[in-house]
């Protein structure tokens, strides 16, 4: 991998060779005369300039010697002043990639690496606008397009032209250079196909190229286009990211180098960005299905759930299940852990919870001793919290029990308070759980709100003011939502969460409400 910062403490190593070699130019100036009149190539001693890593000696370095006025006679430069001018466009382009690299590393999401990586492109290449493409050689996504200076409308116009008959499109499809709609012609550098920069320096006067391409060039104004792919040796090719020139224009070799060498970088920045996307896609759906995509309908209750997955993917969860005799089972919990085995494990603890509910779901604390005593035996590394209540909704009575877990809300017309049930240990952490179980009668039209304890830490604070927060979120609920649990939900994760479910750093949240008629 391209590591920049390395390269940057690198030209300390060649400006002590440099000054070295000033030291004795007077003896090289000396010694090149001496071989001259003996008629010995002045090559043969020319003084030698030390190679910085990263920058290779054959790319000309930026010119930074005054040119002489017209009428005055040009002064000799002195000895030395040639490497010395050599080392300071190296320092300045090694400096230059530092700055922009370390800008590329903080940037946390595809999206956004796209973007830098189009500002830092568009500043090494003298380019205005640009597009860049993530479209993985291996077929598993995530694919999109990014522009820069380019409206969604601009990039739907240039997405019209064959990709063949674009620079990005022979990039990411591998085509020579030089072929024409698909028509196959030999790469003039002898390279592997669609691995190499594209350079267009003339859309509109180049008769070769589609003339579709140049329709679209010529409506959106850019005359010119510099592509370059984005690949890693281990990941194979990510996509490709083409800048556009307002005239008629192609970079010079410097400048192709520079952005050569960010492009590795950012190749590499962008896989690992594409791997971790990868997995927490991965973690989203699996947990997606493991949370109820659907839940049943019982007379005299309407239910609703939430879920706010974290980026890591977490153990919470709810449920809600019918029971003989037209009862309702509902339950919250939250396995300790993140991760795929927070997940399964997860997953057989809710399994087993709807197990124990059918069999004595009248009875809370029976259910989750049965809870507790599966999970030391099964996950003895492994703690959970969870909350079961048996619902008769006829009747608008219920029966709870809480294992470590959040009280529930009542939201109501006339009160908006909180249950408290037992205060107990969560699951795994005594030999033997049991906690007396709490009655609680419901008013008609008042919802009741289950949680997990990740709500309240995605809250952040002390708990007390978490618990003060998400009370006033649930007592702020309008008259015309109470109706709607879903409506209830949703008012409640707003005022708590505004960050909402991208915030990066968040625990997993669930809600589940049930709305009593």
Same mark, same amino acid.
């Given at each position: ?6 390269? @940057? ?81 190296? @320092? ?94 030999? /790469? ?23 003339? /579709? ?132 494990? %997860? ?19 029976? @259910? ?60 795994? %952490? ?88």
């Amino acid at each position: 991998m391209l590591d920049i910062p390395s390269l @940057v403490r690198v030209h300390v190593d060649a400006v002590i060779a440099a000054q070295h070699d000033m030291r004795i130019d007077m003896g090289v100036c000396d010694a090149i005369e001496q071989r001259e009149a003996a008629g010995k190539p002045a090559a043969m001693s020319a003084p030698h300039l030390p190679k910085v890593a990263g920058i290779d000696p054959t790319v000309p370095a930026p010119a930074h010697t005054a040119t002489p006025l017209p009428g005055i006679p040009a002064v000799a430069p002195a000895p030395g002043t040639l490497i010395q001018d050599r080392l300071a466009g190296w @320092v300045s382009d090694l400096t230059t990639l530092h700055e922009l690299t370390e800008r590329l590393t903080r940037t946390g999401t595809l999206d956004d690496a796209l973007r830098e990586l189009l500002r830092a492109g568009a500043a090494l290449v003298g380019a205005r606008r640009g597009m860049a493409v993530l479209e993985p050689a291996d077929g598993l996504g995530p694919a999109t397009t990014i522009g820069l200076g380019l409206a969604h409308a601009d990039l739907g116009t240039i997405e019209t032209v064959p990709r063949s008959a674009t620079s990005y499109g022979r990039i990411l499809d591998g085509l020579p250079e030089g072929a024409r709609e698909g028509t196959p012609e030999g /790469r003039r550098d002898g390279g592997p196909e669609g691995s190499r920069p594209v350079a267009v320096p003339d859309l509109l006067g180049d008769e070769r190229l589609d003339p /579709r391409q140049r329709e679209v060039a010529a409506r959106l104004g850019f005359a010119a286009s510099y592509a370059v792919p984005l690949v890693t040796e281990a990941a194979g090719k990510l996509g490709a990211a083409v800048w556009l020139y307002d005239e008629p224009a192609e970079p010079a070799e410097r400048q192709r180098h520079l952005v050569g060498l960010y492009g590795q970088y950012a190749s590499e920045h962008l896989a690992r960005l594409l791997e971790l996307e990868r997995g927490r896609a991965e973690v989203a759906t699996l947990t997606e299905e493991l949370v109820p995509s659907r839940l049943p309908r019982v007379p005299g209750v309407r239910l609703a759930g939430r879920h706010v997955p974290g980026p890591q993917g977490g153990g919470d969860w709810y449920d809600a299940l019918p029971l003989p005799e037209g009862a309702l089972g509902l339950a919250v919990g939250s396995v300790s852990g993140s991760g795929p085995s927070a997940l399964a494990a %997860m997953g057989r603890l809710r399994a087993s919870l709807r197990a124990y509910a059918v069999m004595e779901g009248e009875d809370p604390v029976a @259910v989750l001793s049965d809870l507790e005593l599966l999970l030391r035996l099964t996950e003895p590394a492994r703690s959970a919290t969870a909350l079961f209540a048996y619902a008769e909704p006829a009747q608008r009575k219920l029966v709870l029990a809480g294992a470590g877990h959040a009280p529930p809300l009542v939201v109501g017309e006339r009160r908006t308070e909180y249950i408290e049930t037992s205060l107990s240990a969560p699951l795994g %952490m005594l030999a033997c759980w049991e906690a007396p179980s709490v009655d609680l009668v419901v008013e008609p039209g008042e919802t009741l709100l289950l949680y997990t304890d990740g709500l309240l830490r995605r809250i952040g604070g002390p708990v007390d003011r978490a618990f003060a927060r998400l009370h006033a979120a649930a007592a702020s609920v309008p008259k015309a939502d109470r109706a709607d649990p879903g409506a209830v939900a949703d008012h409640v994760l707003r005022a708590v969460l505004p960050e909402g479910p991208e915030d990066a750093e968040g625990e997993d949240v669930v809600m589940l409400a049930a709305r009593f008629d």
